[in-house]
């Protein structure tokens, strides 16, 4: 799992605790429960043959109670929701980003790859509320890479609209989440463009 992979060089140890990825999907070859998870998210800062002690689990705890998910510490991953497993996913991201038992760093950065894909509208609703709530409460900085226009409204401060792999624009959500230029990256006249980016 990626985790075991940033934890094994010392420099890639110290990077990874300032930054964490939060991936679209999260595959698991074994049935951990959700504090287990969470706890992967303390690797960097282990050493070699080193086992969480309290600060550790401290940290776990702390992020899960950030992210809504202390109950479901004792869950097996398999078993939650999708966005019970998302939400996990980021308390374990948090865990790692958390210098001993205190929340992330000021400095720490948290990217998160679509995530909201494949969840329903209530658990959309939730991520975002969860990345609002962590920006504020701590100044984490947090980068999302994602297709859900909607979702970048309603939680980015600041837009980079890509297209072919080139800036196409950079700016507030509402400078550059425009029908003129998101028709231009969709390849729609801005007309058909403009009903689908009107907030509800």
């Not at 070859?29 to 600060?55: C, K, N, Q, T």
């Not at 998910?69 to 929701?81: I, K, M, Q, V």
Request: charged share 20%; glycine share 8%.
């Amino acid at each position: 799992w990626r985790k075991f992979v940033i934890a094994a060089t010392p420099a890639r140890a110290a990077l990874a605790r300032r930054l964490a990825v939060v991936p679209q999907e999260t595959e698991l070859a074994f049935d951990y429960s959700a504090l287990e998870i969470v706890l992967m998210g303390r690797y960097p800062h282990l050493g070699a043959f080193e086992v969480e002690g309290p600060a550790d689990l401290e940290a776990a705890r702390q992020a899960m109670t950030l992210t809504g998910t202390a109950d479901l510490g004792d869950r097996a991953f398999r078993t939650l929701s999708g966005g019970e497993k998302q939400r996990v996913i980021i308390a374990s991201a948090l865990a790692q980003l958390a210098p001993g038992s205190r929340g992330p760093s000021p400095d720490a950065l948290l990217l998160l790859d679509e995530p909201t894909a494949s969840l329903d509208l209530r658990y959309q609703l939730e991520i975002a509320a969860l990345l609002r709530r962590l920006h504020a409460a701590g100044g984490l900085t947090i980068v999302v890479s994602s297709h859900d226009l909607r979702f970048v409204q309603s939680i980015c401060t600041e837009v980079l609209l890509l297209s072919g792999g080139r800036a196409l624009a950079q700016g507030s959500p509402a400078s550059v989440i425009t029908p003129d230029l998101i028709g231009r990256v969709y390849g729609i006249d801005a007309a058909v463009a403009a009903p689908l980016l009107a907030r509800p």
